[in-house]
């Protein structure tokens, strides 16, 4: 059974860091692009960004371009999104999401339960 | 980018009903649409991918159609279990983009 497990959420004020990371099981995670999903307050679903499988290309969302990196440790099963200069409006539930196939399009078969975000003085 | 907008954003249902949610992509997609249901507090779950085919697991009472840029996701005979928000998602190219949301309430 595939299983995504978000942590490193937390209240931090404007301007500060956060690193999430997403521990992944149940499926052969160097086969898989992953991807990042937040959910802001009463809002929809914004994608964030993504790595491929290889850890190279990263994609990010115009919005978090120059503040946030992807990265992922294979040996390790983990997916991390460190989170720089952090704004009001990245206070979000953060999903780690799986690529539904290897090299498949942009859609999403398997999330976490997400990590809670707050960027707030 | 390619901008999707989902009608209506708020449906009233009773139990038994059929309903459907439309998505239009601002470009065609070809059949690169998914479909999420998401419950208060919970990831959203994928339903439908290729927009037509359904993911394991779910009910076939959940059905998908569409190509370029309309799509449909149909729902009949509502179980209570349906009552949630609804999200299309282009998956054809960076980046991938959500509709708003469609919420399913009890009438």
């Known amino acids: 059974e595939v299983q995504l497990s978000e942590s490193g959420g937390g209240l931090v004020q404007p301007g500060g860091s956060l690193r999430l990371s997403c521990a992944a099981s149940?499926?052969?995670?160097?086969?898989?692009?992953m991807s990042w999903v937040r959910q802001g307050p009463g809002r929809g679903l914004e994608w964030v960004s993504a790595?491929?499988?290889?850890?190279?290309?990263?994609y990010y969302a115009d919005s978090v371009k120059g503040r946030f990196t992807v990265s992922r440790d294979t040996s390790k099963n983990i997916l991390y999104l460190q989170m720089n200069s952090l704004r009001a409006e990245d206070t979000a539930v953060y999903y780690c999401?799986?690529?539904?196939?290897?090299?498949?399009?942009?859609?999403?078969?398997?999330w976490g339960q997400g990590t809670l975000v707050t960027v707030s003085s | 980018d390619i901008q999707m907008t989902q009608s209506p954003s708020f449906v009233s249902a009773s139990v038994g009903d059929r309903v459907t949610v439309t998505c239009r992509a601002s470009q065609g997609i070809s059949n690169w649409l998914a479909w999420y249901q998401q419950k208060p507090g919970k990831a959203p779950k994928l339903l439908i991918y290729a927009a037509s085919t359904l993911q394991s697991g779910v009910p076939s009472r959940f059905s998908g159609s569409g190509f370029g840029t309309d799509f449909t996701l149909t729902i009949s005979n509502l179980q209570p279990e349906d009552f949630a928000t609804y999200y299309c998602q282009q998956a054809d190219s960076f980046p991938p983009a959500f509709g708003q949301g469609t919420r399913l309430e009890i009438k």
């Open positions: 149940g499926f052969t995670f160097s086969y898989y692009t």
């Open positions: 790595i491929n499988r290889g850890g190279s290309p990263t």
């Open positions: 999401a799986k690529d539904r196939e290897p090299d498949s399009k942009w859609d999403f078969d398997s």
